[in-house]
């Protein structure tokens, strides 16, 4: 009963309410756009998980249908259509969109979080035995620094493309009072991008703290609207701890550091995330547990990267990306996804983030670097 009233509150503050809302059909205008630029689409080598399950019977059967938020096919496709140089080509235009257009997403979910079904459930949040994690290179040899990240959507608001401009500085006033309580290493201040001068902005993104402005793929996906509105970082004094606010999800809470200690990055993260979900409630679905613009991060929707330096196995990138296929992880550049490495430093992460518990995640990444970092040893 609980959620039926949030999900009606952040209905008639969404935006979209005001024209497409309720039962009403898709509109003629947004039919005639999706069927040309499905057609455009089609003709296109876009090697995205979209093209690979976008069929014409299945997009034939859900182009009509629409949210109560108003979001239709189009809203969570087009970022896909515009740029056929994408991975997945698909966001969560709203919440209800995982369930109305569940033909799409959950062949995409499955195939990303490899072999999540369509009636696999969740795990409960479980952070594990947090002191059994280790240093993924006590020598200092291979990784510069590691990262631990998750991303969090507010109860009772919609996503990105759904969002009012009231929406978005309310999101970012309930995060900043929630942080603004925060104690002893956590304990920080809040720098909103409005205002922010262009070099703060430009140095916080090259030293890999703020993200980064102007992502084309979240622009095609009406995820950048009233920018810079709303948008800002909260981190402490050594920038060991970070808080995004309204980038691509309304949150993203991280932890990182120089070196390969991935035990004591956890540490911090996991006493953070915890910290803040006494303070805020964060939107969680039963079968898809945390629930995030992005179809790639659902679950825990933790990712747990190390800056890493693997020259030999770097020689031949297709090996190292099947290397990591292996172990479930995903190889980025230096400045994270979509780009690539500068002076031989590599981005290595998890690429799962649904269908383990947090521990199960973090693991999975630990014992993955592990083995990257012996076959570069042993490599001659
Ligand atoms: P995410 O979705 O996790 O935010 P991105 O690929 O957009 O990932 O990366 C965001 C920023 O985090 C980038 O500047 C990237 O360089 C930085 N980053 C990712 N992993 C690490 C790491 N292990 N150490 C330092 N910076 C990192
Ligand atoms: N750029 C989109 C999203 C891929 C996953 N990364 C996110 N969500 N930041 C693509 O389809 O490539």
Not at 17 to 30: F, R
Not at 100 to 122: A, C, L, R
Not at 198 to 203: E, L, P, S, T, V
Not at 241 to 257: A, G, K, P, T, Y
Request: charged share 30%.
């Amino acid at each position: 009963m609980v959620c039926q009233i949030i999900v009606k509150m952040a209905k008639a503050k969404c935006h979209k309410c005001a024209e497409k809302c309720g039962k009403g059909k898709v509109p003629h205008d947004v039919l005639l756009k999706l069927d040309r630029a499905f057609k455009d689409f089609q003709k296109t080598d876009s090697k995205s998980l979209l093209k690979k399950y976008l069929t014409q019977e299945i997009f034939d059967k859900i182009k009509t249908k629409k949210t109560s938020f108003g979001s239709t096919l189009l809203d969570c496709v087009q970022s896909g259509f515009e740029n056929p140089d994408s991975g997945i080509g698909i966001y969560a235009a709203d919440p209800e969109t995982y369930t109305i257009f569940e033909d799409i997403f959950n062949p995409i979910i499955e195939d990303y979080h490899v072999g999540f079904k369509k009636f696999s459930k969740h795990p409960t949040t479980d952070w594990g035995s947090i002191k059994d994690v280790g240093n993924v290179d006590p020598k200092g040899e291979f990784v510069v620094s590691t990262r631990v990240r998750c991303c969090r959507s507010l109860e009772g608001f919609p996503f990105n493309p759904c969002l009012t401009q009231n929406q978005y500085t309310e999101i970012e006033s309930k995060m900043t009072n929630a942080l603004s309580s925060l104690k002893g290493n956590l304990k920080g201040n809040y720098y909103p991008l409005t205002g922010m001068t262009k070099d703060i902005q430009q140095k916080l993104i090259d030293d890999h703290f703020l993200f980064k402005e102007g992502d084309r793929f979240l622009q095609s996906a009406n995820a950048c609207r009233f920018w810079p509105t709303g948008r800002g970082i909260f981190h402490n004094e050594d920038k060991t701890f970070l808080v995004w606010i309204n980038e691509e999800d309304h949150v993203r809470i991280i932890s990182l550091q120089k070196g390969g200690d991935l035990g004591q990055v956890y540490q911090r993260f996991v006493s953070a995330v915890t910290e803040i979900e006494n303070k805020v409630t964060f939107m969680k679905n039963d079968r898809l547990g945390y629930l995030t613009f992005c179809p790639t991060n659902l679950g825990t929707t933790i990712r747990a990267s190390v800056h890493i330096k693997v020259p030999k196995l770097a020689k031949d990138m297709a090996k190292l990306n099947e290397l990591a296929e292996k172990y479930h992880l995903q190889v980025r550049g230096t400045r994270g996804e979509h780009s690539e490495a500068e002076d031989g430093i590599y981005d290595i992460s998890n690429k799962r983030r649904l269908g383990l518990t947090e521990y199960e995640v973090i693991k999975e990444m630990y014992d993955g670097i592990v083995e990257i970092i012996k076959l570069e040893k042993g490599k001659t």
